[in-house]
């Protein structure tokens, strides 16, 4: 078949969707407002009774602010033996000690050539994982980097564990290199089918009038115990931790911070292959720091 050239055209299929959708959804304005009608003579006969916890629940109504308050913005700054300047090069091997790693994310705060550096009073919070070897460490952030996923951490980790047998070396793909299969769904599909989708819920609701009341809230009632089950699996699953790292929290301005950082004490150079993270906010970085008491 030869190629042709042609103006874009809203696709059938869409447009026969929606036509027959609202077939039925153009009728519903007129029956519901005559339902709405009928509701309305009962309202005054009508009495509605609160959910014996509905009080209760009211009183927490403010754990939802103490969640959010859980997500601050702020950045993250890493270091890995990897990184140009900050980790020593013997050969094909790369190292980098706890306290070079320490005294390089201190340099970086008092780095008045990078204009991304912060300013004001700000909350800190530093990690180190540390390793007398490569695969001492790579042993570790298969572990932390399933639960902390830091891109430049997982990065060394992939690097650690990599086959870098130079007498086999995999043939490199042709450019373009395909991709794995993924959902076709650029606008103006992707517009499309929320609200094509949208207006076949109301279907879908329509349909299930076949049901009464009572049995929509008890299915209700059964999705919601699901539901609040497979809630609390979930965040049972969430708090089986493992690995350890080091950690060190201060809060000041970069240049006090930069200080604080350069006084403490890391691991000495011992370990010599080491990862490290520095996460500041001007908000308190309650979860972060409460993940490593």
């Known amino acids: 078949m030869s190629w042709t050239q042609g103006p874009l055209r809203w696709p059938a299929s869409t ?31 009508a009495q509605y009774q609160r959910h014996p916890l509905s009080e209760a629940a009211e009183g927490l109504a403010g754990l939802r602010s103490d969640l959010d308050r859980l997500q601050v913005t702020g950045r993250c700054l890493t270091v890995t033996p990897y990184q140009h300047g900050v980790g020593e090069q013997q050969g094909n091997q790369y190292h980098l000690s706890a306290p070079k790693a320490v005294a390089t994310l201190a340099a970086k705060l008092q780095d008045g050539a990078d204009p991304r550096l912060p300013s004001g009073q700000l909350h800190a919070l530093a990690w180190l994982v540390t390793g007398n070897s490569a695969d ?3 042993q570790q952030l298969a572990v932390l980097c399933a639960l902390l996923p830091l891109p430049e951490w997982c990065a060394t980790l992939r690097r650690l564990t990599a086959n870098n047998d130079t007498m086999n070396q995999p043939t490199a793909a042709k450019v373009p290199r395909w991709r794995a299969d993924e959902p076709l ?12 989708g949208a207006e076949l819920a109301q279907l879908e609701s ?46 000041g301005d970069a240049a006090s911070l930069a200080t604080q950082l ?12 080491t990862v490290g993270a520095l996460l500041l906010s001007p908000s308190p970085l309650t979860f972060w720091q409460e993940l490593t008491p």
Do not use: N, Y
Request: proline share 6%; glycine share 6%.
């Open 136 to 138: 001492d460490l790579a």
């Open 262 to 273: 350069g006084q403490s004490a890391p691991p000495d150079h011992s370990q010599s292959m």
């Open 185 to 196: 769904t650029w606008s103006p599909l992707r517009p499309a089918r929320m609200a094509l």
């Open 15 to 45: 447009a026969s969707l929606h036509s027959r959708a609202q077939g039925v959804l153009g009728q519903l304005p007129a029956t519901q407002a005559s339902a709405m009608g009928r509701l309305q003579g009962l309202a005054a006969r």
């Open 206 to 251: 329509l349909a299930r009038d076949s049901q009464t009341p009572i049995a929509k809230l008890q299915a209700l009632a059964t999705r919601r115990t699901a539901r609040l089950e497979t809630l609390a699996e979930t965040l049972t699953q969430l708090s089986k931790l493992s690995g350890t790292l080091w950690h060190w929290h201060g809060q």
